[in-house]
């Protein structure tokens, strides 16, 4: 049968099972944009396309599916980027689809060109230029396969106009053929068979668990791995949810924000067992002293990540779910560890998370609210800053796909059109958007997306009127200089209103619970400005550069 | 130190980009790559001479470049019997009474004259790594007035 390019790529879509596409038109698009008029896909017209890509990757983090973006060429691509490299440094796997001008034009510097393909090359798992309609099947099924398969990753379609245009015939491939492509999804027996002896013998193992966990969806397997063994387990960002919040083999995150038990613990553990970590340097600290006594076996799908950072000891390649799955068996007698979780739990108690209580509200207190009156059963994302490293401490995340954050980048405005995409991608569950000022104002603008498309999600500003985490390392390291970090906002109540969303501002401790209970009652975007401790600091921290043991105050 | 790596990689729109810029994007120096199609039109080689402090910076090129999408496979030459070869073109400085002395030091690799016109001569020589750094040095004596070299490529034995 006989399509056009821009045919192409709606079957291809609707086959690839995509129901929801996120983004923004434009000249070199309209041959796409035209036929979607009819198509059976549902399209949410961000007011930003960074905002599309998030919103893309939110729904790929929620769903464990493909998320779907597309911009138009020059302009449209490269505001696509922040939100390409955020999915990149996270593995998720998204497809974005840019416009391209002519391909008699590429090159020429013509009108809203763009090398995109040049422009994303270190920023995408792989990208395509298509030069040819009858290409375009065979490019979309393997873009759509490199994605979501192996270590995830965002892919770039690049499409020109004449492609778009061009006739056709329609032809699916049934199988995807790549060569220099076969990702391990097994890992080698001999190793599983070592990683099972060398947990038999440890005394002080600890299982450090990451996003790994989540993409593979290895929980139940990591759960029972632990309570085979009596191991504690820590998670890095990424990995929150990986492991039930509320476990009590669970010491919570480790790094550099991480609780003070879970980091003396990897630091005196003489076994880790990294599953789908990387060893980001948030979480190691100073690297030459860091977990001196431990062995360590690492579990990822990516060869290259293992031994990248710290000398692994045993390797498995391949994928967390299989793995764990095939060393659980293999685990014959539980190591003895209880002297080890006497020590582990000694520090919790020694050491626990706390925060003060003067008089005005404490963030951490607004997210325990969060979390009681949603049950634990929300889905969080975050911004970046301390309001994200206070939604990791102070909610409990129970289930994989609950805790969305901009983890390997660190993007500011990724939280509330994440929050979109997750939302779109689960109508019944209740999405909250951990924000601070700062960040909120970087796509504040999708609050006119929400109330259009009926997307209610719920976005909690932490308003301490400041670039909370950027204040704090003045305030701690640069003598309180406090070189543009105080930051206005607008009215964050009046701003909501006006964009026909709802509002609540709180002021008082006695005021959260109410307002939480009173915005989830609202069938709209909510906006809620919780005027927060100002100078409320996140702790514990490790400086930049220290042994992860060496922390910096959880005060009272 | 310096690596042989040679690579095979799918011959499509910006594989070459890709290689460079994944050795860019993480620091690592790029001593000499050269890159040509095989029998099969679908596939080039590439052998790329890098850089490398230790071994674990080579671990991760070799398992960098494996992770890109086009690259068929990765080949590390250091520790296996291979032959790699250089080609040297040069002019150097050039008269009749030169010629013997010249001949005699391009005879230890193969190489010749091809060409002298007034007081330059064009040389081309063909060597492994070592005669060539030993003709260039014997060069530098007659004087080279400029230099172009292919950089290495390589095959195992
Ligand atoms: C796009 C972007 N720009 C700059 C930064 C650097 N940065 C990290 S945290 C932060 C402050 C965030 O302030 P706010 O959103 O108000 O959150 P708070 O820390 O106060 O909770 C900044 C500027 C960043 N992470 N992302």
């Keep these: 049968m006989k399509m056009t390019g821009a045919q192409v790529l709606i079957e291809c879509l609707k086959k690839e099972g995509v129901r929801v596409m996120f983004g923004y038109p434009g000249g070199v698009v309209l041959p796409i944009f035209d036929k979607l008029y009819d198509a059976d896909i549902k399209f949410i017209l961000t007011r930003h396309e960074q905002a599309a890509a998030h919103a893309a990757d939110g729904y790929a983090r929620a769903t464990g599916k493909v998320g779907v973006c597309l911009a138009t060429s020059g302009p449209g691509a490269t505001n696509l980027i922040t939100g390409i490299a955020t999915a990149f440094m996270d593995s998720i796997p998204i497809i974005a689809i840019t416009g391209q001008v002519k391909t008699n034009l590429i090159g020429s510097d013509a009108f809203q060109e763009a090398d995109i393909t040049g422009i994303t090359r270190p920023i995408t798992k792989h990208n395509y230029l298509v030069k040819d309609a009858g290409e375009l099947s065979t490019i979309i099924r393997e873009a759509f396969y490199v994605a979501s398969t192996g270590r995830p990753g965002p892919v770039v379609i690049d499409l020109p106009v004449d492609v778009q245009l061009g006739e056709t015939d329609f032809v699916w491939p049934e199988e995807v053929k790549m060569r220099g492509y076969s990702p391990t999804y097994e890992g080698h027996h001999g190793q599983i068979k070592k990683a099972a002896k060398a947990i038999e013998a440890s005394r002080k193992p600890i299982l450090y668990a990451g996003g790994g966990v989540i993409i593979s969806g290895a929980d139940k397997e990591l759960k029972a791995l632990a309570e085979k063994t009596n191991i504690p387990v820590t998670t890095t960002l990424m990995g929150m949810g990986g492991f039930p919040g509320g476990h009590k083999l669970f010491l919570g995150m480790l790094g550099m924000h991480g609780t003070a038990f879970a980091n003396h613990a990897i630091m005196e553990s003489d076994l880790i067992i990294a599953v789908g970590a990387r060893f980001d340097d948030r979480v190691t600290g100073r690297l030459d002293v860091f977990a001196p006594y431990a062995k360590i076996i690492h579990i990822d799908i990516d060869p290259a990540s293992i031994s990248k950072n710290v000398n692994v000891d045993i390797p498995i390649v391949g994928d967390a779910k299989t793995i764990l799955a095939g060393l659980l068996p293999l685990i014959k007698k539980a190591p003895d560890t209880a002297a080890w979780l006497k020590q582990v739990e000694k520090w919790r108690k020694d050491l626990p998370l706390k925060y003060g209580s003067s008089g005005k509200i404490k963030p951490q207190y607004v997210i325990e609210q969060i979390y009681e009156a949603t049950r634990g059963e929300a889905i969080i994302t975050t911004e970046v800053g301390q309001n994200q490293m206070w939604a990791a401490q102070w909610y409990k995340y129970e289930k994989p796909r609950t805790f969305i954050s901009s983890g390997g980048l660190g993007t500011m405005g990724f939280g509330f059109p994440a929050a979109m995409g997750a939302k779109m991608g689960c109508p019944d569950k209740i999405v909250f958007d951990i924000a601070g000022d700062g960040s909120i104002q970087m796509n504040i603008q999708e609050l006119a997306t929400c109330v259009c498309n009926k997307i209610p999600v719920k976005v909690a500003i932490l308003n301490n009127h400041y670039l909370g985490m950027v204040r704090q390392w003045q305030e701690l390291f640069y003598n309180r200089r406090y070189s543009q970090t105080c930051i206005t906002g607008p009215d964050f109540v009046k701003l909501a209103e006006s964009y026909g969303a709802a509002g609540i501002r709180v002021t008082k401790k006695e005021e959260v619970r109410p307002a939480i209970e009173k915005a989830l009652s609202i069938d709209n975007v909510v906006f809620m400005d919780f005027q927060i401790e100002e100078e409320e600091n996140v702790f514990p921290m490790v400086p930049a550069g220290e042994a992860i043991n060496r922390m910096i105050g959880g005060m009272a | ?157």
Aim: with cysteine; charged share 25%; net charge positive.
């Design chain 2, 1 to 157: 130190m310096r690596h042989i790596i040679s690579v095979l990689v799918e011959n499509k729109f910006g594989v070459l980009a890709r290689i460079s810029g994944l050795f860019s994007a993480r620091g690592y120096n790029i001593a000499s790559l050269a890159v040509s199609q095989t029998l099969d039109p679908a596939v080039s080689y590439m052998t790329i001479v890098v850089e490398a402090q230790d071994e674990k910076i080579l671990e991760q090129i070799k398992k960098q470049l494996n992770k890109l999408i086009d690259v068929i496979t990765v080949t590390d030459f250091t520790k296996k019997e291979h032959i790699d070869r250089e080609l040297v073109l040069a002019k150097v400085a050039y008269s009749p009474g030169d010629k013997i002395k010249l001949e005699h030091l391009l005879s230890k690799c193969v190489g010749k004259i091809i060409k002298h016109k007034g007081d330059t001569a064009i040389i081309e020589a063909v060597g492994d790594h070592q005669q060539i750094r030993q003709l260039l040095e014997a060069l530098g004596d007659l004087g080279v007035k400029e230099l172009v070299r292919t950089g290495r490529i390589a095959t195992l034995e």
